[in-house]
DNA sequence: GAATGATGTTATCATCGTTAACAATGTTAT
DNA sequence: ATAACATTGTTAACGATGATAACATCATTC
């Protein structure tokens, strides 16, 4: 038998399946979102059957909360990476750094938080990797207390305000919801100022802060 | 031929396709979500074929974005109800109110700001709804500020600044990830209180307010 | 060198959104 | 009244998906 006509597959197993998979699926989401991830058209791509992605991926789901995973954890060293000297600054810089990443990578950030496409509590890794990006901002808020920066109050209160705000903001710009959608950082940095100054006229600023 | 062995079905014509179908898949959602959606099952439970409901909705997207109009128009409803008299109380309360709206029907809610699953600028009528109680919200902080309760400052800002922090909230608390994740009330309005009043410190709060 | 477990393969199932071709019904003009 | 037309249903079928079962191949270990 003339060896031009062997199949061309020189070994039965791939050797690196899971790594590619996940490599491929990963550029997919970043590009066309989480919805264009189809498990037939990965492994066709990769050049192995369908049912081979299952041998490493419990389901699609599993597949998903993995790529979720390095989103959390890339999301985490970009937060950590910002200089923590001043309370103020480092506050903003938290908040800048947390809404480009959303609107860097829009798709792999509505990944992260899209509710019901990975619900909680069924993938203990993606909520671990969440934890510890939370965790950043956080300790954040927390250094900004101890140094007397930001007022004695429940540290639960601060940071679900200062999460809230810049989650909602990244996921309102990256929708295009907010009109000036320009993705400008000094949006980002004027609502961020709000949260830490205050909306309230100069003359009310004092009088009323009762509830 | 007897009357009993004639088909039960006494019109061909079903009458009232398209209300029926937008009520039966708005329960769905509500109680399954978005995803639990599917048009032959839909049809099915009705007692209608598949492709009947195609001559009332384009496509399933269609459907999808009308039951997220009724959810914008139900929000903007609840918005109008709140008492405008004063403008602290009404601020507080517009977001007091919003929330509880997401907390309340939050499959709804995600499929009204789930980005991937309706695009922004395909459907009209989407975007007006969605308009429509965004403005609610300007209003109110438009109104405060007119009355001078308000820092003088780009109305586009506070307003996305308000807008991002409620979302936010609402977002992080249906799915989830926030520890104190107990919908309280008063996680909001602490929230929405921070954003008012500013978070720093007395000693720090007329010093270095440049950003 | 046979047994074993990991990792692929093919075959198959159920489901889905969607379209095409056709049938029944309601409406309107002649 | 009836012929033409528009509306709204029907069945049949296509292509794609996630998932499982049964079987094949390969590497490793006793």
Same mark, same amino acid.
């Given at each position: 038998?003339?060896?031009?006509?062997?199949?061309?597959?020189? #070994?039965?197993?791939?050797?690196?399946?899971?790594? +590619?998979?996940?490599? !491929?699926?990963?550029?997919?989401?970043?590009?066309?979102?989480?919805?264009?991830?189809?498990?037939?058209?990965?492994?066709?791509?990769?050049?192995?059957?369908?049912? @081979?992605?299952?041998?490493?991926?419990?389901?699609?789901? #599993?597949?998903?909360?993995?790529?979720?995973?390095?989103?959390?954890?890339?999301?985490?060293?970009?937060?950590?990476?910002?200089?923590?000297?001043?309370?103020?600054? @480092?506050?903003?810089?938290?908040? !800048?750094?947390?809404? #480009?990443?959303?609107?860097?990578?829009?798709?792999?950030?509505?990944?992260?938080?899209?509710?019901?496409?990975?619900?909680?509590?069924?993938?203990?890794?993606?909520?671990?990797?969440?934890?510890? @990006?939370?965790?950043?901002?956080?300790?954040?808020?927390?250094?900004?207390?101890?140094?007397?920066?930001?007022?004695?109050?429940?540290?639960?209160?601060?940071?679900?305000?200062?999460?809230?705000?810049?989650? *909602?903001?990244? +996921?309102? /710009?990256?929708? *295009?919801?907010?009109?000036?959608?320009?993705? @400008?950082? +000094?949006?980002?940095?004027?609502?961020?100022?709000?949260?830490?100054?205050? #909306? !309230?006229?100069?003359?009310?600023?004092?009088?009323? /802060?009762? /509830?």
């Amino acid at each position: 038998m003339p060896d031009g006509l062997k199949p061309l597959k020189v #070994s039965y197993h791939h050797g690196d399946l899971p790594q +590619q998979a996940h490599q !491929l699926a990963l550029e997919i989401l970043r590009e066309h979102g989480d919805a264009a991830i189809s498990l037939r058209a990965l492994a066709k791509q990769i050049g192995v059957s369908a049912p @081979a992605l299952y041998r490493h991926f419990i389901d699609r789901e #599993s597949l998903l909360a993995e790529l979720a995973v390095t989103g959390f954890e890339a999301l985490r060293e970009r937060l950590l990476a910002v200089d923590q000297s001043a309370p103020r600054r @480092a506050l903003i810089d938290i908040g !800048l750094v947390y809404v #480009s990443f959303a609107q860097d990578e829009p798709n792999l950030y509505r990944l992260m938080f899209g509710g019901r496409v990975l619900p909680k509590g069924v993938h203990p890794r993606l909520d671990t990797a969440g934890k510890g @990006a939370f965790q950043v901002l956080e300790d954040t808020i927390a250094r900004a207390q101890k140094v007397g920066y930001i007022k004695p109050m429940p540290l639960a209160l601060m940071t679900a305000a200062a999460w809230s705000l810049v989650h *909602g903001l990244s +996921q309102l /710009t990256i929708d *295009g919801h907010l009109p000036s959608a320009d993705a @400008a950082p +000094q949006l980002t940095e004027g609502v961020v100022t709000l949260l830490l100054d205050g #909306s !309230l006229a100069d003359n009310e600023q004092h009088k009323d /802060t009762t /509830t």
